[in-house]
């Protein structure tokens, strides 16, 4: 068991990142970042096909679900929640701030358990639409007025599923 | 007016270890546009592990969702001082999860940074400069072996009610 009063030990380990960076005093930190940005930049169309293809694969999650069941499999959750994580983790970095907001709501939404329905499928659709639609639109950030009635839209959409309609 | 200071990383030996191929290149992508050179990439934690084993890196960048072993079980077997090969590397975590008990297990783990994805390039940037100039003491206790987990230390203004060896154990490396 540990002991509470132990006295804890501290030391500065060897920085060997410190070491090996070399200061560079007369470069302007505005033309690194737009060095790594424009890495970016370079990626974006590739960006965009992965962006769809996760898209194309929560709507594959949701026609692996078995028609009969009431319940949503966790085969078929953990398939969803994949594809929204890989959405949500990769969509901001290339200016499409809206889709990372769908996606992380979406996760958020199918990895409640009490929220563990078959018609939850409904509103999976309805989010792979929207980034779809983002995509195709080409909206960045948070879409403006359009991005505004998507996220109005997929709200109702889920406040009807929480609500049983 | 941003006035992060600017490095040449280009000496910098980097792991990205992220279960997706497209984060990986991403990283890759970023690191080199900041003149970091290419860095190792790992798809699993047992990669990641032996790469780190067989290539003596200077920073290892980890995500949450690796597997077999997540993110922050393979920081604790870094961190293992009887089996790691440098119980003391950096790490910089990075997650698409981001609730507060997620990231503060990221710290309880022993990383040293946490970055949210999706992430930026300045981002990146300031956490590897953090670990340039702002590196954490570590601490060993019976229960935890790592950078010390509160962040802001030298603006606590109250008194020290943590048990601090006034005399910090110099670390091997630098003893020499």
């Known amino acids: ?165 | 007016m941003d006035d992060t200071n600017v490095y040449d990383l280009s000496k910098l030996k980097i792991v990205v270890a992220d279960p997706s191929h497209f984060v990986r290149r991403l990283l890759a992508a970023v690191l080199t546009g900041l003149r970091a050179p290419h860095p190792y990439a790992a798809n699993s934690s047992d990669v990641a592990l032996r790469i780190v084993a067989e290539t003596a890196p200077d920073l290892l960048i980890v995500d949450w969702d690796l597997q077999p072993m997540n993110g922050a079980d393979v920081v604790r077997a870094l961190r293992d001082e009887k089996s790691s090969p440098n119980p003391t590397l950096p790490i910089i975590m990075i997650s698409g999860h981001c609730a507060l008990g997620r990231v503060t297990e990221a710290r309880d783990s022993g990383a040293n940074e946490f970055i949210a994805k999706p992430f930026t390039v300045d981002a990146i940037y300031k956490r590897l400069v953090a670990l340039i100039e702002r590196p954490r003491p570590f601490i060993r206790l019976e229960s935890y072996f790592g950078p010390d987990r509160r962040r802001k230390i030298e603006e606590f203004a109250g008194d020290e009610r943590r048990r601090v060896n006034p005399n910090p154990i110099v670390a091997p490396e630098d003893a020499a």
């Open chain 1, 1 to 165: 068991m540990t002991d509470p009063t132990a006295t804890p030990e501290q030391f500065l380990p060897r920085n060997t990142i410190a070491e090996k960076a070399r200061p560079m005093p007369m470069t302007n930190i505005a033309n690194l970042y737009a060095s790594g940005n424009q890495a970016i930049n370079e990626m974006a169309g590739e960006a965009r096909e992965y962006l769809k293809s996760e898209a194309a694969e929560l709507r594959a999650a949701c026609a692996q679900a078995s028609v009969g069941a009431e319940v949503l499999e966790p085969a078929v959750c953990k398939r969803i929640m994949a594809a929204a994580n890989s959405l949500r983790e990769v969509a901001g970095s290339f200016g499409y701030g809206l889709v990372s907001e769908i996606a992380s709501s979406l996760y958020n939404l199918v990895s409640n358990p009490s929220l563990n329905d078959r018609r939850i499928l409904t509103v999976v659709d309805l989010h792979a639409d929207a980034v779809e639609a983002i995509l195709r639109q080409n909206l960045k950030d948070d879409g403006g007025e359009i991005g505004s009635a998507i996220v109005a839209s997929l709200r109702q959409a889920v406040y009807r599923f929480a609500a049983g309609n």
